[in-house]
């Protein structure tokens, strides 16, 4: 790989996040070392925890909501008898009771009550934004402001070591789970309260911990080095969606804000704005968009965002080729240091 392709790379790179810093810290480091000053992350992960953290870099993040949906695999630890301000360790302790008639068999039972569609009310301390600041902030100042509940789904919850007045778990759950909360009501259902004492993700599918380099390695590794080990190409990563192959015509025609008529290859219509991926008869990612049905009946590929090697001049729509713009009808063309 090339110095010029290392510092314009389109991708994903999974990273195993140590505990104590927090996931921008993650963020700034790849800015840094990779050269990628527009990086982002897919999903937070708390400070107090470790494991996958998944950051876009390049064009690919305006691909991001692509991969936010996907389900999580975490592994973690709850103390019984305890409750914090934070629901986990990280918190004041704000109250205390006995375990000593807590037995594995309830605790077991009682946490089938979290397994299917739930409503979660997310905790104070956390990123998510109320009024346009961040509840974390608010929580530091001493304000509590009510939150609305949001759907979530936990598929399985499992228990693996249990040394009462703590146990270990394994739990998988739809991205925007919160799950020192799920240890906080459960040890409100038990009556002795519960805190979350340490988490690990595994996984953020597709991806998972096996592909994944540390922040150690960043610094260490060759940049080279360091995208062989926990680098996805923006195409491999894109490979979650259906794709629809474009000859050179309508290829040509989405890059410069079109909308061709294509055969769906079995893709659904009308399904959002990232539903599909519009790529080139060698098979390389265009652009993001959908399916929709023309007036004339046909299908028409509607693309949303294209990737800045898709732009093209001259021709119906023409638009300007500098990464960054917008192209006509209101394209995001994505760009590679976005």
Do not use: N
């Not at 804000?257 to 539903?275: D, F, L, N, T, Y």
């Not at 590929?301 to 960054?324: K, Q």
């Amino acid at each position: 790989m090339s110095d010029r392709e290392q510092r314009r790379f389109d991708g994903l790179l999974a990273i195993d996040k140590p505990i104590g810093v927090t996931s921008h810290d993650v963020v700034l480091e790849v800015r840094r070392r990779l050269h990628s000053p527009g990086a982002g992350h897919l999903g937070t992960l708390d400070p107090g925890a470790s494991g996958l953290l998944v950051v876009a870099m390049g064009a690919a993040t305006r691909a991001i909501p692509v991969w936010q949906g996907g389900e999580k695999t975490y592994e973690g630890r709850v103390r019984f008898g305890l409750v914090t301000s934070t629901q986990d360790l990280a918190g004041e302790i704000v109250e205390q009771h006995s375990c000593e008639t807590l037995t594995a068999e309830a605790v077991s039972r009682e946490s089938g009550r979290f397994v299917g569609d739930l409503d979660q009310v997310p905790p104070m301390v956390s990123a998510l934004k109320v009024g346009g600041e961040r509840l974390h902030r608010l929580a530091r100042r001493g304000i509590t402001v009510e939150r609305v509940a949001r759907r979530i789904r936990v598929r399985s919850w499992e228990w693996q070591e249990w040394a009462l007045p703590e146990a270990s778990f394994r739990v998988c759950c739809s991205g925007g789970t919160y799950v020192r909360t799920l240890a906080h009501d459960l040890g409100a259902v038990l009556g002795c309260g519960a805190t979350l004492v340490a988490l690990r993700r595994t996984r953020s599918e597709p991806f998972d911990l096996g592909h994944s380099v540390t922040l150690a390695d960043l610094e260490r590794l060759a940049i080279a080095e360091v995208l062989g080990r926990g680098g996805i190409p923006l195409d491999q990563a894109l490979e979650v969606l259906p794709r629809v192959v474009l000859d050179e015509r309508a290829a040509h025609e989405v890059g410069v804000g079109g909308r061709p008529q294509v055969e769906p290859a079995g893709a659904a219509i009308g399904a959002g704005p990232r539903s599909v991926v519009l790529c080139d008869t060698a098979g390389r990612a265009l652009a993001l968009g959908e399916l929709c049905q023309s007036e004339d009946g046909g299908i028409r590929a509607c693309p949303h965002v294209v990737f800045p090697w898709a732009v093209r001049s001259g021709g119906r729509g023409s638009g300007p080729e500098t990464p960054g713009r917008e192209i006509p009808s209101g394209v995001i063309v994505a760009a590679p240091d976005a």
